[in-house]
């Protein structure tokens, strides 16, 4: 009745207060929100909007209410980006996935910040996060405005020890952001360390593993050279970890520097990534081998997918004779006797013993 009647008297909704016009929002009919939201679209489109009425708006729980006032936002972003405050509202006050869309507007606005103003604004986010509450960690918002866009300004604000300070005291936010600043430093990894690295890289935040992975990329050199510390890395509770582990094992370690022992470890592994990894080094080097020192080395594992790999490579490659066949035995008998039986894997190896026989 009431939507009939204002449609019929359209001067009524444009004497409506901006109040008004947000209550309408959360009516249940969306004819109701869609003549609310066409009035506020011809208010303010042409205009600087209400920033009063935009942080109103983005706190609404329908994406096309929060996305209309993401557009003014956008539209006229140079009106409010250079004002430290308004930025801070924005990120402190906004949640869930209207936050999204306001870190990539700022981002926008933020590139065209002149530098003294880019310094001003990182210096008062990192205020903030010295002074956040650990309990709440209400800043999250502005820890990912500093991540993704003054970096650069924060790294010439800190000092190594005041950004380890932040990573072992700080809240979950200052960790973040501390992190990202001291992954990017090209002398991260001679400062704190293989040990400081790799406490980093067991962190629960992603953020402060990503920032241990940047470490890690960049010691590469080091690492090449001495794989044995990769083999920390492989050993983490943290696939992410692994996979970084796995990328300069395969395209910076030489075999030289690997060796049976280094590719044998990674087979040996209780984590199943890292033991496909090592079968796939093994492959790509098996050549260069003593296949014989392999399958004996391999066959010790107690892993059904080991065995089983190491049964193929017994099928193929083991010699002729009852002297290496009888260095086996061990192996043949866990795989027959095991009280958990896997069919297949016993029957291929009743058909290899007895073709041997």
């Not at 996935?97 to 981002?107: G, N, V, W």
């Not at 997918?305 to 017994?314: F, K, N, S, W």
């Amino acid at each position: 009745f009431g939507l009939y009647g204002v449609k019929r008297h359209p001067e009524i909704i444009k004497d409506a207060t901006p109040s008004e016009l947000v209550g309408m929002l959360d009516a249940e009919s969306e004819k109701i929100i869609d003549l609310a939201m066409e009035e506020l679209e011809r208010r303010f489109a042409q205009q600087s909007p209400d920033f009063e009425l935009i942080q109103g708006l983005l706190g609404h729980a329908r994406p096309s209410v929060w996305g209309l006032a993401c557009r003014w936002l956008e539209d006229n972003f140079q009106a409010w980006v250079g004002d430290i405050q308004k930025v801070l509202s924005l990120h402190l006050d906004v949640h869930g996935p209207a936050l999204l869309e306001i870190h990539r507007i700022t981002k926008l606005g933020v590139s065209e910040l002149a530098g003294i103003q880019r310094t001003e604004l990182a210096q008062t986010l990192l205020d903030l996060l010295r002074s956040g509450e650990k309990a709440t960690d209400s800043h999250q918002g502005i820890a990912i405005l500093a991540r993704e866009n003054l970096v650069s300004e924060l790294d010439a604000l800190l000092t190594i020890d005041q950004l380890l300070e932040l990573l072992e005291t700080g809240s979950t936010s200052a960790k973040t952001v501390a992190a990202e600043v001291l992954g990017r430093r090209s002398d991260g990894f001679e400062v704190l360390g293989f040990e400081g690295v790799l406490g980093l890289a067991e962190s629960e935040i992603i953020a402060v593993r990503k920032a241990a992975q940047n470490l890690l990329r960049q010691a590469s050199g080091i690492l090449s050279n001495d794989p044995s510390l990769l083999f920390a890395v492989v050993d983490s509770q943290w696939n992410d970890n692994h996979d970084v582990a796995f990328e300069i094992l395969r395209d910076q370690v030489a075999f030289e520097k690997l060796g049976l022992d280094g590719i044998i470890g990674l087979c040996d592994s209780s984590q199943a990534d890292v033991q496909v990894f090592g079968r796939e080094l093994l492959k790509k080097h098996f050549e260069l081998l003593d296949s014989q020192e392999v399958l004996f080395r391999l066959i010790e594992h107690p892993d059904t997918t080991m065995q089983a790999y190491a049964l193929e490579l017994i099928e193929m490659h083991l010699g002729g004779g009852f002297v290496r066949l009888a260095r086996i035995e061990s192996f043949c008998r866990a795989i027959l006797f095991d009280t958990w039986p896997d069919r297949a894997l016993k029957q291929s190896l009743l058909e290899f013993l007895s073709s041997r026989a």
